[in-house]
């Protein structure tokens, strides 16, 4: 299992890029997939939320860990948007 410190490595491009963008980009972008993902039936909905929990991981993993409480909400946002995502697909 590759440790924490390579998978900050591996997505470090990812989070490189996003530094890059305008403040605004991820302020409208994030939003846009929670709605969309509760919003479209299906597939559709489920890979928006998909896409929006992969976005949350990269953040998180960008932001520096505080406590053990910060951690489980860390772990736990991504886990519930995939939970949606499932839920969706099943329904």
Known sequence: MPSKSSIRRQSAVLLVYVNQL????PLVLL?????AGLALPGAFGAVALVLLALVVWFLFMASPTRNPA???IRLAVPLVLLAFAIGKLVS
Do not use: F, I
Request: without cysteine; charged residues 15%.
């Open 31 to 35: 939003p846009a997939l929670l709605v």
């Open 70 to 72: 910060h951690r489980v």
């Open 22 to 25: 305008p403040r605004w980009v």
